[in-house]
Every structure is written in structure tokens, then in C-alpha cells.
């Protein structure tokens, strides 16, 4: 068997029914006789055994060397090993693509169908059968992968009343600052003392949007000084605006005070949004990530062939320069999460669900970096933020080695930022909005709601459930390059103000509940994005 480096032993180990620690794959690619060193420790290794240590290997290794007089050292000097925050694995070469026509609008980029095997399941080895000498493009030094605003393990809230306060400050205190620059604001205690006829401009919270009997609509703000109103009148050019408003979202309003300085006539209002002359990162070499979530393992309708399609393609040359794998949520169907859920079930008990995805994820090449956040699909709580999976589920969910943190959470893939979040609060934006600016069918444009807002869930008390913390994980601090979602199970991506914004469909047909709800769902479609020039490719699978 030839073997060119880490890929190929992950693949084999993957064949064979393994998972590695990756201080064991560099131990065993150290090797003078690599090929030779991964068939000892096959072969010596405990049948029971699930994950093979760089230990195992070690002790493995060691005590043929001992036996046949060879004093190899076994000390890794790859620095890469103690990198916490870098997972580089292994590589590729050559680029190939197959693009095929499809039905439905793919917004620009091509939508592709790998030419696969579509008949029935396959239950081949899959990663066992790549072409001689198959490796992934560039160097393996290149990867990096760093984790910004996880919040496993740090969460504080107890659903005191001081929390509730706590965020909310918060989400002032940091979103202010991106409006302050803007307009010379003043607190709304200030401006309850201000003559009538004064220029005005207030930061806050929208505590209520009505309209009046005479079809005007009037905003209040709060702040920490208390609240004031501001009249937005019919006949303004940016009336429209009014209909983008979400209840416990920053904004900030400009306007003149009326005689009785009792309300302010709005001339002007800001988001904090994303600056128009913001450019995005990009990758240093022509490197590719596969962004995908809503996988639903457990489910009647998770869509099994497709899913191995998908692995397959990855196996494949046409993937060459996909390194990464990004998936945003709702790993596993769940239980009890809608009514009568059981009766669609395939998999009853939830720890059966996870161990069946990660026989699923088995199946995709090991030599992938993978990160995941939860869903509300998943076990974990429903309110948001969600820290990542406790320590038996991700002992479950082990294969490769993925990285698995908190929903929402900011990964960076070699300089380009992708924010992952799973989506739950599009429902809320779009029964909300008007159709035009946030729909199922295009839930880019939703997302496009949440970047301006420069908030993942803005609406607290709303049918998200939002976690009262001392700190607002939901605030986008920083602008990403990428903006990731799923959760509604539709496919839409687009660009707003130079972020892409990816909803990636998911990998289970219609159910009946989504019937019921009138949802038809965009699956077994996988964006495969180019981090060099941030181009969207969709492969389908179904």
C-alpha cells in the first residue's frame, strides 16, 4: 500500500474502522517505514479499541523496535503538534469540476452534480478507494484554524433579574459604539430637558414600534436614563425603514424636538450595520471549505445515499482543494421537539442519534478539519447562546476529530472569517418583515436583517429563546467575512455590503410536519466556497 503522509494513514485508519488522536497520525507519518509502522499498530492494537492514541502507537511502535534492534525515536518534532488553535492535516493536488444544469436559481455560481453513483445505498469502505498517490492541493503548514467567541463552559446566567440587565447593557454599551460616530447623541434624560425646536439624536434600544391614527409611526427608544419617543412621519423617504424595526435592537434616530418638547420628529436613522467600504479577507492559496448543516440523523427522511454521495465526492479529485468542513447545527433529528415528532422517527433514543452521525462522519475523509456548533435540533439547551455539546456527546461524536464549540461562533479558516450560527431567529425575522426584505424562499435576505443589525437574534421574549448572560454572545463585534446559517433548510446565498451570506439547505426530505407548515425543503445540496476568492459553488446530491 503506498502512503503519502497523514492523508493516507487517516483514510486507511478510516477503512479499517478507526479514529486517531492527531498527535497519533503525526507519530505514525514520522516514521522511516510509515506504511509499515500503521500495519503494526492495525495489528497490535486492542480489538475494542475505537480511538488510537499517540500512546498506543508509542507503546506499539516502541516494542517492535525494541524487538527487531532498531532504536528509531519516536519524540514528534512536527511543532505543529502543541498548536492549539492550528488542526493542519493533509493535502491535495490537481482541480476539476462538473457542472450541470439545474431547475432552481443558483444565484450566479454554478449549481454542479458530481457524477457518482446515485443507485441505492452504498455500503462500500468509503476512503478506501481513492486513486494511487490521491492527495489533497497545498501545504499542510498553510492550514489554520482559529475559534473566536466560543462560550462553552463560561456561561453565568441563573434568570436573575440582574442578568436581564446585565445584557441588555451590554448590547448597548457595544453596539452604541458603532453608532456614536455618526450622531452627536444624547441620553434620552437629557433630551426630556432640552426647548422645544432643538436638533436631537438619541442611541437605544427600540422598546415599542406603533402606528397612529393618522398612519405615522412612532418609535421609542430606551437607554439607561429612561425612554423617549421619536415620530417617523408617513411621507419621509425612509419611512420604509419602519418595517425593518425589530423590538430590542440598537438603532439611532436624529430629529427636532416639538414645541412642547415632549417628542422628537425623526429626520434621520441608523443600524450599526456593516460599512460600505469594508473589504473582505481572503485566503494566501486556492484553498476550499464545505459549509452544510441541518443533517437530521435519526429522522425518517435523512437522506442516507445522499449524504454518501457527498462523502464520495469528497473522497474524489473534483474535491481536491476542499480542506475544511463546517457544519452549523442540528447534527441529529432529536426528540420531542415538535408534536408527535416520535411518529416520524427512525431512531428513538437520542444517544443512538449521535452515534449514528458520527458512523456517518465516518465516512467523509479523515484528513478534513471539521468544526460544528449546535442546533435546536440538538442536546443542548434551546436557549441562545448555546455552548457547545457536553463531554459524553462529544466523546460520541468523534470521529476525525472535529472542533465543537458554542452556536454562535466565529471560526477562522486562514485569515477568512466565517460566522456560524444556526439559525433559529430567521423564523422570527422573517414572520416580521415584509416578504420583499426576508423570506423562506430567500433566506440570504434575512440574514442580510441580522448583519445589520450587527445581532444574530435581536428580539428578546419572541419565539427565540434568548439566555439572559452578564455578556451579549449574539452581538456581531466583528464583521465577518462569511455569515453561515441553516435551521430553515432552504438554499440561498448572496453578498451584503462584500459579506457572503450562506443558508446551506440541509440532508432530510420533507417531513410531514414540514408539510403541514407548508416548509419544502432544499436538500442534499452542499456550497463548496473558495476561500481565495470567496466564489460559491453548490454541488447537489439528492
Known sequence: MPLEGPARIVQTLTARGFNADREAVTLLAAQPDPAAALEQVLEDVPDETLVISAESVRQIVETTDTQTGDSTSLTATDDRVNQSDRKPRSARTQDSSNPVSDDRESHDPSISTPDVDR?????????????????????????????????????????????FVSIFRDRLDRLQSKLSGRVNHRPASS???????????????????????????????????????????????????????????????????????????????????????????????????????????????????????????????????????????????????????????????????????????????????????????????????????????????????????????????????????????????IAELPAEKASYDEPHKAMYQLLKKRHVAPQFGGHTRLAPEERDYLVIDDVPDIFHTGHVHKLGFGKYHDVLAINSGCWQSQTDFQKSVNIDPDAGYAPIVDLQTLDVTVQKFS
Open 119 to 163: 443507485t441505492g445505498t452504498d455500503d462500500r469502505d468509503h476512503g478506501a478507494d481513492e486513486p494511487a498517490g490521491f492527495e489533497r492541493s497545498g501545504d499542510v503548514d498553510e492550514r489554520d484554524v482559529r475559534i473566536r467567541g466560543d462560550m462553552t463552559g463560561e456561561s453565568t446566567g441563573t434568570g436573575a433579574y440582574r442578568d
Open 191 to 429: 433630551i426630556e430637558g432640552m426647548p422645544g425646536g432643538s436638533d436631537v439624536a438619541m442611541i437605544g434600544l427600540v422598546n415599542d414600534v406603533r402606528s397612529t391614527a393618522s398612519g405615522h409611526w412612532l418609535v421609542e427608544l430606551e437607554d439607561t436614563t429612561g425612554t423617549f419617543p421619536f415620530l417617523v412621519m408617513k411621507d419621509r423617504e425612509y419611512v420604509d425603514l419602519v418595517d425593518e424595526l425589530l423590538r430590542d435592537e440598537v438603532i439611532a434616530m436624529e430629529g427636532t424636538l416639538a414645541d412642547d418638547s415632549g417628542i422628537a420628529f425623526v429626520d434621520s436613522m441608523y443600524f450599526p450595520d456593516v460599512p460600505r467600504t469594508r473589504e473582505a479577507s481572503t485566503a494566501d492559496r486556492h484553498v476550499e471549505a464545505a459549509l452544510i448543516s441541518d443533517v437530521h440523523v435519526g429522522s425518517e427522511e435523512f437522506m442516507a445515499d445522499a449524504w454518501n454521495r457527498f462523502a464520495d465526492w469528497l473522497h474524489g479529485e473534483d474535491a481536491q482543494h476542499v480542506e475544511y468542513l463546517c457544519i452549523a447545527g442540528d447534527m441529529v433529528e432529536g426528540v420531542g421537539v415538535y408534536p408527535n415528532q416520535d411518529e416520524e422517527l427512525d431512531i428513538v433514543d437520542i444517544y443512538e442519534q449521535y452515534e449514528a452521525f458520527n458512523e456517518f462522519l465516518k465516512r467523509v475523509p479523515g484528513d478534513l478539519d471539521i468544526v460544528m456548533i449546535p442546533g435546536n435540533h440538538d442536546a443542548v439547551r434551546l436557549a441562545e447562546p448555546q455552548p457547545g455539546f457536553d463531554e459524553h456527546l462529544r466523546s460520541i461524536m468523534s470521529a476525525h476529530d472535529p472542533q465543537i464549540v458554542s452556536n454562535p461562533s466565529t471560526v477562522e479558516l486562514e485569515g477568512v472569517s466565517i460566522l456560524m450560527y444556526h439559525g433559529v431567529s430567521l423564523d422570527e425575522v
